[in-house]
T-cell receptor, first 117, second 113 residues
Framework: KAGVTQTPRYLIKTRGQQVTLSCSPI?????VSWYQQTPGQGLQFLFE???????NKGNFPGRFSGRQFSNSRSEMNVSTLELGDSALYLC????????????????FGEGSWLTVV | GESVGLHLPTLSVQEGDNSIINCAYS??????FIWYKQESGKGPQFIID???NMDKRQGQRVTVLLNKTVKHLSLQIAATQPGDSAVYFC????????????WGAGTKLIIKP
């Protein structure tokens, strides 16, 4: 059974550009969430999607957006990139959604390393 | 604001010894806690979780202890192996929040041969 797949794994962008990251969840998983991880920091929650609807959003500016498709694949977009956006962006999927704590394990992908220069 | 923190950013342990990674949380309304392990270049991997109505939960070579009185969480790894080298994150979910885990900054576990 394939895990969570994220593409691209590595990318370099210039300030002011925009970027789109893709995530394919585990087959059958309907919830996809996105996190930003910077060196020395924990994971900062960006947003979560379930059945194409954004159900929860973290404290990030509107430059960060996402969407989910009918096949549960998700994309996140960052517009007008800033140097501080350089980070590892992680996608996680789970079976049923937000019922964390009921055995609904969250599985992470390997992440997309974004460097903004 | 609420936060989940770790007492030690780096922990060095002799191979074969037991490791204890600590985590403090500040929100008494948190009802679920989870530990993840992140190896270099990889995404976080689920280790073990515990609900707030429990004090202890055991897995394979790992035990999580929850002390709600002092808002403290710990992860114990028995007979630490080289493959346990990683950064360990604790996270909490606040009761009533919609699928939003609050993550700690992580503790790096180093295994000495």
């Amino acid at each position: 059974k394939a895990g969570v797949t994220q593409t691209p794994r590595y990318l370099i962008k210039t300030r002011g550009q925009q970027v789109t990251l893709s995530c394919s969840p585990i087959s059958g998983h309907r919830s996809v969430s996105w996190y930003q991880q910077t060196p020395g920091q924990g994971l900062q929650f960006l947003f979560e999607y379930f059945s194409e609807t954004q159900r929860n959003k973290g404290n990030f500016p509107g430059r960060f957006s996402g969407r989910q498709f009918s096949n549960s694949r998700s994309e996140m977009n960052v517009s007008t990139l800033e140097l501080g956006d350089s980070a590892l962006y992680l996608c996680a999927s789970s079976l049923a959604g937000w019922e964390v704590g009921t055995g609904n394990t969250i599985y992470f992908g390997e992440g997309s390393w974004l460097t903004v220069v | 604001g609420e936060s989940v923190g770790l007492h030690l950013p780096t922990l060095s342990v002799q191979e074969g010894d037991n490791s204890i990674i600590n985590c403090a949380y500040s929100n008494s309304a948190s009802d679920y806690f989870i530990w993840y392990k992140q190896e270099s270049g990889k995404g976080p991997q689920f280790i073990i979780d515990i609900r707030s109505n429990m004090d202890k939960r055991q897995g394979q070579r790992v035990t999580v202890l929850l002390n709600k009185t002092v808002k403290h969480l710990s992860l114990q790894i028995a007979a630490t192996q080289p493959g346990d080298s990683a950064v360990y994150f604790c996270a909490e979910k606040i009761h009533g929040s919609n699928y939003q885990l609050i993550w700690g900054a992580g503790t790096k576990l180093i295994i000495k041969p």
